[in-house]
């Protein structure tokens, strides 16, 4: 695999770890770097139209010695006079296969006997001009959900740039996200605004990187010139702030929340 961040190849159980290893379930600090054994990961998907305004979607990852990650989702469109209404719903399941990348307690990514879920909606409404939509998540059940951050994103719809909700047993999470297109001018502006409760942090087995609940705001505008359609620029700016800072240690705060994050970004797509 070339996971992002970097140039080089690497086996599968090689790229668990090189971000922030967060804790074991005991509370220690976690091992699973350089120690986590996986040979391959397999993903499959299935899309299928329903009509031309739905879809249905399932998906399978299954990492060796690792997880299985079942996902599937519908989404509908209905055009109505000043635009456009969409809904979405998700739903998973993950269990921990084998020895959870490692026989020893601290070195193991995921404890094999985990059973977690979860399910994501969206509404939302749109035209030429406007984007805007309220998302949910919820994710419960035994164990941490995971999936390595070096491989990509949150599947589900609140997920929010800049942050990640993997790593805990019980989440909660409402985001409103809202864009605005200038007409003519090649110009928008947009706002995401999170609300997200997260497992205590003094559960180490349901907290792993000791992340307390938290707000996060992102405001961003991005500029595509007429001329050319590849090249973008965008600015982004990111404030996340934490609920019940007074009981906060420094290692709950440092990077995680109580922050203002800036980002200059150039974006240069070989298609359109």
Known sequence: MSIRGSSEWLAVGETVGIYPVGRAITGKPAQYFGNTESDWLGIWEVDRKLGKDAKIHFSNTLADNLFSTYWAGFEKNRKVESGIFTFGVQGGFQH????????VLDWKYKDPEDRNYAVSGRLGWKNPKWITHLNYTHVGGKGRWLNPREWGKDAWYTFVPRERNEGFEAVDAM??????RFGQTPISIYGHLGFHWLSDTK??????YNFPSYS???GGLKYRPNKHRNLDFHFLIVSKEPWGRSELTPIQIY???EML???????WRWNR
């Not at 921990?96 to 026989?103: F, P």
């Not at 985001?175 to 605005?180: A, F, G, N, R, T």
């Not at 559960?203 to 792993?208: E, F, G, I, P, V």
């Open 96 to 103: 921990g296969l084998g020895q959870g990348g490692n026989a």
């Open 175 to 180: 985001v409103i996200y809202v864009e605005y």
């Open 203 to 208: 559960n180490a087995a349901a907290n792993k």
């Open 216 to 218: 996060q705001f992102n």
């Open 255 to 257: 990077n995680k929340v």
């Open 261 to 267: 994050h800036f980002n200059g970004i150039v974006n």
